[in-house]
DNA sequence: GCTTGACCTGGAGCGCGCTCCAGGGTGTTT
DNA sequence: AAACACCCTGGAGCGCGCTCCAGGTCAAGC
């Protein structure tokens, strides 16, 4: 019997609603930590390298870049200078909330045009 | 006296903060209605133009891609039929939403992670 | 008449975030 | 041993939303 920990690519694919090339290229552009692998060079992923990728889809999702979850994930896992680390994370937070404004702009703008056209 | 209404292009990209390319794009992609133009071909924008524009960038701003807005202006501009219109409004309305959800947990994990490394 | 400057057109180029593919290896099944 | 499934690497390609550029026109000022 093999021994071996975590789960496979395809599972991982699976796991985390991503594509294979999606979460090799995550990879490669350091989203994720440096993922185990076994003999034969296939990765293996463990428990909180899926949880990890969960927050990352998750800021991906709110429309953070490549590089500002690189920095994330370089900041939270290689332990940067604490100073350094809450100044980003505060500035990526300001920067959703006026996002969050900019989606609540255009909603209103929205609903103005549905009850105009409503209306009639 | 020269009688020109409007204003001319270098104005308009003030006016709306877009550049002069961006300005020649949208009106290339149709996201902005039909733009008069003066004997000598140079564009002159009326206010309801620049007003339109502010509503276009807003939409964008918000996320929206080059193809939605050229639907939006044409629903809106040329008046296309209402229930498609409606429906279309209603369901980047409901897009946008789930967008602000995005944006609500994204921002949930950062501050889970501003108050985890904040305590310390 | 000549320069200057704002503007025009058509088309190429770019950064981002994937996505796809060729070519090859490994490990289990039959 | 042959077939198959799964995975690897390196690199090219793509759609989006601009952005830049070459080459030219037009109106005003000197």
Redesign the interface.
């Known amino acids: 019997m093999t021994v071996t920990q975590g789960i496979s690519m395809g599972e991982a694919a699976t796991a985390t609603g991503l594509s294979e090339d999606t979460l090799r290229y995550y990879e490669r552009e350091g989203l994720v930590g440096p993922i185990d692998r076994d003999a034969s060079g296939h990765w293996r992923y463990a428990d909180n390298d899926v949880a990890w990728i969960g927050?990352v889809t998750?800021?991906r999702?709110?429309?953070?870049g490549i590089a500002d979850l690189r920095r994330f994930t370089r900041l939270?896992r290689a332990d940067g200078e604490?100073g350094e680390?809450?100044e980003f994370?505060?500035g990526?937070?300001d920067e959703?909330?006026r996002?969050?404004g900019?989606?609540?702009?255009?909603?209103k703008?929205?609903?103005d045009?549905?009850a105009y056209?409503?209306s009639r």
């Open positions: 927050v998750c800021l999702d709110a429309g953070l939270l604490a680390r809450t994370l505060m990526r937070r959703l909330v996002q969050a900019a989606l609540a702009a255009a909603v703008v929205l609903d045009k549905i056209y409503g």
